[in-house]
């Protein structure tokens, strides 16, 4: 019995000494994902739209492009660097602006309005993406400092056997800034 509890013994802190973690990611990369991650999107959106110019054209492509870039782009950096709460954090607060601000438009124009209700919701529109567009500037400016302060706290339990204190778990804790 106690050679089959020291063969798993051995093999459990041998596969627990060979895990590593990954190179962390600075906090300028982190900023930089997230900046072009944004930009590039957004201005690829705003090309097209401007491309295509007045008419009956298919928006669709370039309403995503300018969407997900306001929506995704600021969170990556947080989540390259494994910030993934925060990165979510940021999504939902736009998610919520943006929906709010989509009903706030129906309510005021609905589905039949004149030019004087468009006019009104088109304001309210405009007021509800600039919300959106400084919660991405404010995810971008801050992803530097959050990714600073993130500190990774490790535990590792591992089981240890003595010859004269006998069976026993050893509890490692690791901080790192």
């Given at each position: 019995m106690r050679y089959a509890l020291l063969g798993s013994l051995a093999l459990v802190g041998t596969?627990?000494?060979?895990?590593t973690t990954p190179a962390p990611v600075s906090a300028e990369a982190a900023y930089k994902t997230?900046?072009?991650?944004?930009?590039?999107?957004?201005?690829?959106?705003?090309?097209?739209l401007v491309a295509q110019g007045g008419g009956e054209h298919d928006r669709t492509g370039a309403m995503l492009l300018l969407w997900g870039g306001s929506m995704f782009g600021p969170a990556l950096g947080y989540a390259q660097t494994g910030l993934g709460g925060r990165a979510s954090?940021?999504?939902?607060?736009?998610?919520?602006i943006e929906l709010v601000t989509l009903a706030a438009a129906f309510a005021v124009c609905g589905m039949n309005c004149n030019h004087n209700q468009e006019s009104r919701a088109n304001i309210v529109l405009l007021g509800g993406?600039?919300?959106?567009?400084?919660?991405?500037?404010?995810?971008?400016t801050h992803v530097r400092r959050n990714v600073g302060r993130h500190t990774a706290t490790t535990v590792s339990f591992?089981?240890?056997?003595?010859?004269?204190?006998?069976?026993?778990?050893?509890?490692?804790?690791?901080?790192?800034?």
């Open positions: 596969s627990v000494a060979a895990q997230s900046l072009w991650g944004t930009i590039i999107p957004v201005t690829a959106g705003a090309a097209i954090k940021g999504i939902g607060i736009r998610a919520g993406l600039s919300l959106v567009a400084v919660s991405a500037i404010y995810d971008i591992t089981p240890i056997y003595a010859a004269d204190r006998g069976v026993g778990m050893r509890v490692a804790l690791g901080h790192a800034f």
